[in-house]
Nanobody
Framework: QVQLVESGGGLVQAGGSLRLSCAASGRTISRYAMAWIRQAPGKERDFVAATNWIGNNTPYADSVKGRFTISRDSAKNTLYLQMDSLQPEDTGVYYC???????????????????WGLGTHITVSS
């Protein structure tokens, strides 16, 4: 079973940047689609960005397109999310997730993913 641990969250001013990392253990992330999903205060979890196992298919939520970049390093068994031009509405808990079966696509629904980290908090002040 795979374990995921997110890091890199914190407090940042609007317009700033953060880079999240998600370190996987217990299994290689190669050949598995992954995603970043966030939960704003008082709201349900929403898809942010996903990547197929190769890293050449990376869909984004409309709200983060052009500002966030998802990437993966299979050698380090780690998923990343570079977040630029952060806005107060980006505040929330950010989770990384991975599918439980190998596949070629990128998946946009939260229930497409079987394993989740505990999340890292991001607060963007105005």
């Amino acid at each position: 079973q795979v374990q995921l641990v997110e890091s890199g969250g914190g407090l940042v001013q609007a317009g700033g940047s953060l880079r999240l990392s998600c370190a996987a253990s217990g299994r290689t992330i190669s050949r598995y689609a992954m995603a970043w999903i966030r939960q704003a205060p008082g709201k349900e979890r929403d898809f942010v960005a996903a990547t197929n196992w190769i890293g050449n298919n990376t869909p984004y939520a409309d709200s983060v397109k052009g500002r966030f970049t998802i990437s993966r390093d299979s050698a380090k068994n780690t998923l990343y999310l570079q977040m630029d031009s952060l806005q107060p509405e980006d505040t929330g808990v950010y989770y990384c997730a991975i599918r439980d079966t190998p596949s070629g696509g990128a998946y946009l629904r939260t229930n497409d993913y079987s394993y989740w980290g505990l999340g890292t908090h991001i607060t963007v002040s105005s």
